[in-house]
């Protein structure tokens, strides 16, 4: 049976799909299971970050196959938004970063470069693009042997999904949840459009933020800096202005406002309408002065080129008492003023600026940025880190433990925590106060290249996630599913709180047209949160020929809902009664989704959206009952990014490795809640299990099985493999019940493979044995290996000549009475006190040593820790020795008791032992030879009580499954 992997691969590949062996239909004799994955966007090559998220899907969904469910798990492909489209005006533009990235993509699946030209040519049409990387990736994921229900793939473009989505959005409009207003969101420039995750090159994560604009009398008008903290106005000591930088006197809604020439465009994008009135470098007016907002005094105005003028206004005005930053800077100035004498500032005039203390709080002086400064040792405005992490504990400290003090005005008193509010009020009230966006992290550039701003236009259609009661049950949904793995709720919990309103159309890109104003687009992410629900009837669709005028609101409302008569939907759609029902079932069989597995990266999103969507549209029962999630990969320690040019796409996998070589490392080189990383110099050890259970599969699967009991009287080697595959089979279904998929991974390709070969080089098993045992082991492991490596599976169960698929076949159940724990804890005696004699051997050096002897604990110890285990009694050393000494049988080994239970304290808790002294000893009496062998030593085993030979009193060290040893 040689392991050639890609011939093996694709030929299970092809008999999968000729015998529509993933084809899931409701059965209700038959448990249902359905498995949903992100469907992947289809504007590019996918890579083995993708690939791991939807191999652990196949994993699940193979396991629960196995398991006896009816496993749904479908794919489609979602095109609508607007990087597709944003990639095709770039290719139509002759960019030649976008068509250069198109060409290293097409490279993977075209072989001349001619094709590829071809190809790149067509790509003017967005459809054509999809449709070519739609089919790619579904090649990609053939050939990773993934168990998909291709009959229901659609495409998000579809112009049948588009009435469902149509259908979704007049629901949200019939409960309120849709509104229209003026709302700050992300915003290409370039493509005159707002953005969502899906769009982005960078800055996914990417949230508004709204900074606070304080207006400062300057002149006959204002210098205006933003600020989040504008309850701080009241210890502002001086502005800081970039001096080289280009900066405007402009006409913002008819007030006169000074910013940086950077600074016009967002606020245009804003809804200001801005007229600049004059241009000029931030040195014109370095060396003036403005007017505190509180007092009225004058504050002078100082250069600082750390000032980015791209960043809100460009103006920012210096906190020195509580700002980190503003403290560095200014402390610079005192000591070397040097750099103000160009703007005729003195060095007497800067000298004499005292730092303001306007906020009291326990541990830290009148000055907590000082302090924060100088704990650190900064001595530069060049440690930027440093500072940052002085500012973040100082702006954490005051927020939960400042009082203004009492030079705060009618704010004395108050917490910060509180006041903030309070503050931009009484601003607003005398007209120095105003708003501006940012978003929250920089770089966030759309996939069209462009720098993404923050643009408020009017008319903007959002959904009001606040809308009454529609947070409540979707906070209902979230408690009463499964996260999995749990740690990740808190970050569903973080998104539930801050969810606001999130702009849910545009006006340029692929999708739906908004039913109530034709002018704007559903987005991408808004459109593609119950799609689920569309898999169950999407084959009876496309397979009945469907026209889209034909699944009207009617349609979904009686196939989705259960609402209106079927007669009356068939006369108005024009669909038989028939066929109406048989996709009504087919909904109601399938949902809910079972299970939604995707990547972390999703929950501040999509996987939210889901579940606040699904509240709003269906009734409980049909609500999402888990979300499982998998970490991202890196590749060679690295995060992969297409830009860097550090991408491993999947559909190399299988032609550079084989499809369950890649299987296996994907699983298990990490748990899904942690991240992977991708090393080639790992993959040959990921492919020598493989060999090595195909060779044993190979020597052994086609024999006859058997099941030797105690009443055949195996050898005791032979009692401990059955015992251990059966303990296997139970922890591996644990494992993958509770995702372990790791653990899983680890113990059916490397547990497995090291107690098979440690059982054939047991020299005392009789040859008819060893053949039924490892026989019956083979028909096990190669079940449990089936969701893993299914590929291999299929051909080791096909010459093993077993009926139909492994793929459908039972998943094997543990035989409890094959399980005996003590013959396991016993086994692992022999190999630990090999393992502890090879130590001593090393440190023997030139001596060589010709005999062992294992001397095994007496009984009376055995019986000790089996009551102090029966007792269930704490880890406290007070307590054990009470209960022990207790025990008259246990108190005249006092001394040896103590020692005893010093132990169990040092290791925390107990250790696994045999049953009894009489069971150790058989087993390593039955192991003698076989030591002997592996050794090169004569083995003596001897009860420590009484031991034959024991010049060096070792025999007294013996305890309970760890045996004392005396080499000679």
Known sequence: MDYDSRKIEKKWQKRWTKDGVFEADPDPSRPKFFLTCPYPYVNGALHIGHGRTYTVADLIARYNRMRGF????????????????????????????????????????????????????????????????????????????????????????????????????????????????????????????????????????????????????????????????????????????????????????????????????KLKLQAKEVEVLETFPGSKIIGKSFQAVHDGHDIPIFPAEFVDPNNATGVVYSVPGHAPFDYIALRDLWEDPSPLKPYGISAEEVRAIEIISMIEMKGYSEFPAKDAVESRNIKSQAQAEELEAATQEIYKAEFYDGVMKDNCMQFSGREIKDVKEDVVKWMKSTNHIDVFYEPDVRPVVCKCGADVQIGVFAGQWFLDYESTGWKDEAWKALNSMDIVPETFRNLFEATFDWLAQRPCARKRGIGTKLPFDEEWI???????????????????????????????????????????????????????????????????????????????????????????????????????????????????????????????????????????????????AAEPGSLMDWRERDVP???????????????????????????????????????????????????????????????????????????????????????????????????????????????????????????????????????????????????????????????????????????????????????VREAELPVIVGTIMKHLMSNPDFRKYGKQVKNIVDRVAKENGLWDHSSSAADEIAVLLGSANYMSEELGLEVVIQNSESPECDPQNKARFALPGRTSLFLE
């Open 70 to 265: 009816n496993v749904l798990f479908p794919m489609a492909s979602h095109m609508t938004g607007t990087p597709i489209q944003g990639m095709v005006d770039r290719i139509k533009s002759g960019d030649q970063v976008a068509m250069e990235q198109y060409k290293r993509d097409l490279r993977l699946y075209l072989e001349t470069e001619e094709e590829v030209e071809a190809q790149l040519a067509k790509f003017i049409d967005p459809w054509v693009t999809a449709r070519f990387f739609a089919k790619a990736i579904r090649q990609d994921f053939d050939a990773l042997g993934y168990s998909i229900d291709w009959r229901r793939k659609f495409a998000t473009g579809d112009k049948t999904y588009n009435q469902f989505v149509t259908w979704q959005y007049h629901k949200f409009m019939d409960k309120g949840y849709i509104k229209q207003g003026d709302y700050p969101l992300l915003y290409c420039p370039n493509d005159g459009n707002p953005v969502g995750e899906d769009d982005l090159l960078e800055g996914a994560t990417a949230k508004v933020k709204e900074f606070t604009a304080i207006k400062f009398d300057f002149e006959d008008g204002y210098l205006v800096a933003a600020t989040l903290r504008p309850e701080t106005i009241f210890g502002v000591t001086n502005m800081w202005i970039h001096p080289t930088e280009e900066y405007v006197w402009a006409l913002v809604n008819g007030e006169k406002w000074v910013v940086s020439k950077k600074a016009v465009k």
């Open 522 to 668: 559903i987005e991408s992410l808004s459109d593609s949160t119950i799609y689920m629900a569309f898999y169950t009837i999407s084959h009876k669709i496309t397979g009945n020929k469907l026209k889209p005028e034909q699944l009207t609101l009617s349609f979904f409302d009686y196939v989705f809902l259960g609402k209106g008569g079927i007669k009356k939907t068939a006369k108005e759609t024009g669909i038989s009664e028939d066929l109406l029902k048989s996709m009504r079932d087919e909904f109601a069989y399938w949902y809910p989704n079972d299970q939604r597995h995707t990547a972390p990266s999703h929950i501040s999103n999509h996987l939210s959206f889901a579940i606040f969507h699904h509240v709003a549209i269906f009734p409980e029962k049909h609500w999402l009952k888990c979300i499982s999630l998998n970490e991202h990969v890196n590749l060679e320690g690295a995060r992969m990014s297409k830009s860097k040019g550090n991408v491993f796409p999947l559909v190399e996998i299988p032609q550079k490795y084989g499809a369950d070589v890649y299987r296996t490392y994907a699983v298990s």
């Open 685 to 867: 050890a990921v492919r020598n299990r493989l060999q090595s259970f195909m060779e044993i599969m190979q020597k052994h699967s086609t024999k006859e099985p058997r099941v030797y009991l105690k009443k055949d009287k195996p050898a005791a080697i032979t009692r401990w493999l059955l015992s251990k595959v059966n303990s296997i089979i139970e922890s591996c279904t644990q494992n993958l019940d509770n995702f372990r998929l790791r653990d899983y991974a680890i113990a059916v390709t490397s547990e497995m493979t090291r107690a098979v070969n440690h059982y054939l080089r047991r020299p005392e098993v009789p040859k008819e044995e060893r053949e039924g045992t490892l026989a019956y082991v083979c028909d096990v492991w190669v079940r449990l290996a089936a969701p893993l490596i299914p590929h291999t599976c299929e051909e080791v169960w096909s010459k093993m000549d077993r009926d139909g698929y492994i793929s459908l076949a039972s998943w094997p159940k543990p035989d409890k009475k094959l399980i005996d724990p003590s013959i396991e804890v016993a086994h692992q005696v022999v190999l630990s006190t090999m393992r502890d004699v090879r130590e001593i051997m090393k440190l023997l050096k030139d001596t060589k040593a010709k005999k062992v002897h294992v001397y095994v604990a007496p009984e009376w110890m055995f019986q000790a820790l089996n009551s």
